[in-house]
Protein backbone atom coordinates (compact mmCIF):
# COMPACT_ATOMS: atom_id res chain seq x y z
CA UNK A 1 0.00 0.00 0.00
CA UNK A 2 1.17 3.75 -0.97
CA UNK A 3 2.00 5.95 2.04
CA UNK A 4 3.64 9.01 2.54
CA UNK A 5 4.08 10.49 6.31
CA UNK A 6 5.09 13.81 6.73
CA UNK A 7 6.73 14.48 10.46
CA UNK A 8 8.86 17.01 11.69
CA UNK A 9 6.78 19.81 12.28
CA UNK A 10 6.16 22.15 15.55
CA UNK A 11 5.65 24.97 17.10
CA UNK A 12 8.97 27.79 16.45
CA UNK A 13 10.33 31.29 17.18
CA UNK A 14 10.18 33.49 14.01
CA UNK A 15 13.23 33.37 12.09
CA UNK A 16 14.09 30.04 13.14
CA UNK A 17 14.43 26.80 11.42
CA UNK A 18 12.69 23.25 10.91
CA UNK A 19 13.25 20.42 9.09
CA UNK A 20 10.47 18.23 7.50
CA UNK A 21 10.76 14.96 6.26
CA UNK A 22 8.25 12.70 4.33
CA UNK A 23 8.48 8.70 4.05
CA UNK A 24 7.67 7.13 1.18
CA UNK A 25 6.59 3.68 0.95
CA UNK A 26 4.68 1.12 -1.01
CA UNK A 27 6.44 2.29 -4.42
CA UNK A 28 9.32 3.10 -6.03
CA UNK A 29 10.12 6.41 -4.92
CA UNK A 30 13.37 6.78 -6.87
CA UNK A 31 10.93 6.91 -10.20
CA UNK A 32 8.86 10.29 -8.83
CA UNK A 33 9.49 13.69 -8.77
CA UNK A 34 7.57 15.06 -5.59
CA UNK A 35 6.28 17.96 -3.88
CA UNK A 36 5.91 20.21 -0.97
CA UNK A 37 2.60 21.75 -0.71
CA UNK A 38 0.99 23.77 2.43
CA UNK A 39 -2.29 24.94 3.56
CA UNK A 40 -2.48 27.54 5.91
CA UNK A 41 -5.10 28.34 8.44
CA UNK A 42 -8.46 29.02 7.02
CA UNK A 43 -6.73 29.25 3.55
CA UNK A 44 -6.44 27.07 0.32
CA UNK A 45 -3.83 24.91 -1.16
CA UNK A 46 -0.41 26.74 -2.24
CA UNK A 47 2.41 25.05 -3.64
CA UNK A 48 5.73 25.21 -2.33
CA UNK A 49 8.68 22.95 -3.80
CA UNK A 50 9.37 20.46 -6.39
CA UNK A 51 12.27 18.32 -6.61
CA UNK A 52 12.36 15.94 -9.70
CA UNK A 53 13.41 11.67 -9.03
CA UNK A 54 17.10 12.00 -9.42
CA UNK A 55 17.43 15.29 -6.82
CA UNK A 56 18.92 17.28 -9.44
CA UNK A 57 16.49 19.55 -10.03
CA UNK A 58 14.21 21.96 -7.77
CA UNK A 59 11.82 24.81 -8.13
CA UNK A 60 10.13 26.45 -5.51
CA UNK A 61 7.31 29.55 -5.02
CA UNK A 62 8.18 32.77 -4.78
CA UNK A 63 7.20 33.13 -1.31
CA UNK A 64 9.78 30.84 -0.06
CA UNK A 65 12.58 31.22 -2.50
CA UNK A 66 16.10 32.07 -0.59
CA UNK A 67 14.60 30.45 2.85
CA UNK A 68 13.40 26.94 1.98
CA UNK A 69 15.25 24.12 0.65
CA UNK A 70 14.05 21.24 -0.55
CA UNK A 71 16.32 17.85 -0.81
CA UNK A 72 15.56 13.88 -1.25
CA UNK A 73 17.70 10.49 -0.48
CA UNK A 74 16.09 7.95 -2.53
CA UNK A 75 18.12 5.22 -0.83
CA UNK A 76 16.60 5.98 2.43
CA UNK A 77 12.58 6.50 0.33
CA UNK A 78 12.72 10.08 2.44
CA UNK A 79 12.00 14.03 0.89
CA UNK A 80 12.82 16.75 2.86
CA UNK A 81 12.12 20.15 3.34
CA UNK A 82 14.36 22.51 5.30
CA UNK A 83 12.48 25.67 6.67
CA UNK A 84 14.76 28.90 7.29
CA UNK A 85 13.91 32.06 8.44
CA UNK A 86 10.36 31.22 9.33
CA UNK A 87 7.78 34.19 9.02
CA UNK A 88 4.10 34.16 10.75
CA UNK A 89 3.09 33.79 7.19
CA UNK A 90 4.77 30.27 7.06
CA UNK A 91 2.35 28.71 9.65
CA UNK A 92 0.56 25.91 7.88
CA UNK A 93 -0.26 22.38 7.14
CA UNK A 94 2.83 21.45 5.22
CA UNK A 95 1.96 18.26 2.55
CA UNK A 96 3.91 15.97 0.19
CA UNK A 97 2.58 14.91 -3.22
CA UNK A 98 3.42 12.24 -5.72
CA UNK A 99 3.64 13.93 -9.04
CA UNK A 100 2.63 11.28 -11.66
CA UNK A 101 1.38 11.71 -15.34
CA UNK A 102 -0.61 10.27 -18.09
CA UNK A 103 0.71 11.43 -21.64
CA UNK A 104 1.40 14.49 -21.05
CA UNK A 105 -0.99 15.23 -18.10
CA UNK A 106 0.76 16.06 -15.04
CA UNK A 107 -0.70 16.02 -11.64
CA UNK A 108 -0.22 14.63 -7.98
CA UNK A 109 -1.96 11.48 -7.70
CA UNK A 110 -1.05 10.34 -4.05
CA UNK A 111 -0.70 12.83 -0.85
CA UNK A 112 0.36 12.50 2.88
CA UNK A 113 -1.95 13.45 6.15
CA UNK A 114 0.52 16.81 6.44
CA UNK A 115 2.34 17.64 9.33
CA UNK A 116 1.51 21.38 11.22
CA UNK A 117 4.28 24.18 11.39
CA UNK A 118 3.44 27.10 13.80
CA UNK A 119 5.64 29.92 13.83
CA UNK A 120 5.18 32.21 16.58
CA UNK A 121 6.73 34.05 19.86
CA UNK B 1 2.21 33.01 -13.52
CA UNK B 2 -1.28 31.82 -14.36
CA UNK B 3 -4.11 32.78 -12.01
CA UNK B 4 -6.84 30.29 -11.21
CA UNK B 5 -10.50 31.49 -9.45
CA UNK B 6 -12.91 29.08 -8.29
CA UNK B 7 -16.42 30.07 -8.07
CA UNK B 8 -18.82 30.16 -5.87
CA UNK B 9 -16.31 30.21 -3.09
CA UNK B 10 -19.31 28.48 -1.13
CA UNK B 11 -21.88 26.35 -1.55
CA UNK B 12 -24.66 24.90 0.24
CA UNK B 13 -26.61 21.46 -0.99
CA UNK B 14 -28.41 18.57 -0.29
CA UNK B 15 -27.89 14.73 -0.80
CA UNK B 16 -28.92 14.22 -4.23
CA UNK B 17 -28.79 17.90 -5.85
CA UNK B 18 -26.86 18.24 -8.44
CA UNK B 19 -23.82 20.41 -7.97
CA UNK B 20 -21.72 22.11 -10.54
CA UNK B 21 -18.42 24.45 -9.47
CA UNK B 22 -16.32 26.49 -11.55
CA UNK B 23 -12.50 27.22 -12.26
CA UNK B 24 -11.45 29.97 -14.94
CA UNK B 25 -7.52 30.57 -15.96
CA UNK B 26 -6.10 33.58 -16.60
CA UNK B 27 -4.78 32.55 -19.65
CA UNK B 28 -4.87 29.69 -21.78
CA UNK B 29 -4.30 26.06 -20.54
CA UNK B 30 -5.78 23.85 -22.86
CA UNK B 31 -6.90 20.55 -20.93
CA UNK B 32 -3.87 20.90 -17.89
CA UNK B 33 -6.35 21.08 -15.36
CA UNK B 34 -6.75 19.06 -12.49
CA UNK B 35 -9.52 18.91 -9.63
CA UNK B 36 -8.65 17.65 -5.71
CA UNK B 37 -11.08 16.78 -3.15
CA UNK B 38 -9.94 18.14 0.78
CA UNK B 39 -11.59 17.05 3.80
CA UNK B 40 -9.96 18.61 7.31
CA UNK B 41 -7.56 16.35 8.68
CA UNK B 42 -7.51 14.18 5.69
CA UNK B 43 -5.08 14.23 2.36
CA UNK B 44 -5.94 16.18 -0.68
CA UNK B 45 -7.23 13.57 -3.10
CA UNK B 46 -6.89 13.64 -6.85
CA UNK B 47 -10.64 13.21 -8.60
CA UNK B 48 -10.05 14.42 -12.19
CA UNK B 49 -7.09 14.86 -14.45
CA UNK B 50 -6.51 16.64 -17.72
CA UNK B 51 -9.75 18.27 -17.25
CA UNK B 52 -12.27 15.67 -17.99
CA UNK B 53 -10.30 11.80 -16.71
CA UNK B 54 -11.96 10.20 -13.80
CA UNK B 55 -8.60 9.18 -11.49
CA UNK B 56 -8.86 5.53 -10.87
CA UNK B 57 -11.29 5.11 -7.54
CA UNK B 58 -13.05 7.62 -7.94
CA UNK B 59 -17.03 7.54 -8.21
CA UNK B 60 -18.70 8.34 -11.63
CA UNK B 61 -20.78 10.79 -10.04
CA UNK B 62 -17.97 12.86 -10.52
CA UNK B 63 -16.82 14.51 -13.84
CA UNK B 64 -14.58 17.48 -15.47
CA UNK B 65 -15.39 19.76 -18.73
CA UNK B 66 -13.69 22.29 -19.91
CA UNK B 67 -10.67 23.51 -22.36
CA UNK B 68 -9.16 26.62 -22.83
CA UNK B 69 -9.73 29.02 -19.44
CA UNK B 70 -12.92 27.94 -18.60
CA UNK B 71 -13.24 24.66 -16.71
CA UNK B 72 -16.21 23.07 -14.61
CA UNK B 73 -16.44 20.15 -12.05
CA UNK B 74 -19.91 18.60 -11.51
CA UNK B 75 -21.17 16.01 -8.94
CA UNK B 76 -24.18 14.49 -10.36
CA UNK B 77 -25.85 13.49 -7.53
CA UNK B 78 -24.14 14.58 -3.88
CA UNK B 79 -23.74 11.54 -1.29
CA UNK B 80 -22.61 12.62 2.09
CA UNK B 81 -19.19 11.72 1.68
CA UNK B 82 -18.57 14.41 -0.84
CA UNK B 83 -18.92 17.68 1.76
CA UNK B 84 -15.61 18.99 1.65
CA UNK B 85 -13.62 21.59 -0.22
CA UNK B 86 -12.84 21.34 -3.73
CA UNK B 87 -9.68 22.93 -5.91
CA UNK B 88 -8.52 23.37 -9.25
CA UNK B 89 -4.85 23.48 -10.36
CA UNK B 90 -3.33 23.82 -13.36
CA UNK B 91 -0.53 22.02 -14.98
CA UNK B 92 0.00 23.58 -18.15
CA UNK B 93 2.94 26.15 -17.35
CA UNK B 94 5.28 25.18 -14.06
CA UNK B 95 6.15 26.03 -11.87
CA UNK B 96 4.41 27.30 -10.08
CA UNK B 97 1.53 24.64 -10.00
CA UNK B 98 -1.03 27.20 -9.03
CA UNK B 99 -4.17 26.05 -7.21
CA UNK B 100 -7.94 28.01 -7.42
CA UNK B 101 -8.95 29.45 -3.53
CA UNK B 102 -11.16 26.51 -3.20
CA UNK B 103 -15.03 26.01 -3.08
CA UNK B 104 -15.97 24.96 -0.11
CA UNK B 105 -19.55 22.58 -0.55
CA UNK B 106 -21.70 22.18 2.95
CA UNK B 107 -24.93 20.79 3.49
CA UNK B 108 -28.09 22.75 3.71
Known amino acids: EEQLVESGGGLVQPGGSLRLSCAAS????????MHWVRQAPGKGLEWVAR????????SYADSVQGRFSISRDNAKNTLYLELNSLRDDDTAVYYC??????????????WGLGTPVTVSS | DIQMTQSPSSLSASVGDRVTMTCRAS??????LNWYQHKPGKAPKLLIY???SLQSGVPSRFSGSGSGTDFTLTISSLQPEDFATYYC??????????FGQGTKLDIK
Open chain 1, 97 to 110: ARDSYTRSWYYFDF
Open chain 2, 50 to 52: AAS
Open chain 2, 27 to 32: HYISTY
Open chain 2, 89 to 98: QQSFITPPYT
Open chain 1, 26 to 33: GFTFSSYW
Open chain 1, 51 to 58: MNSDGNSR
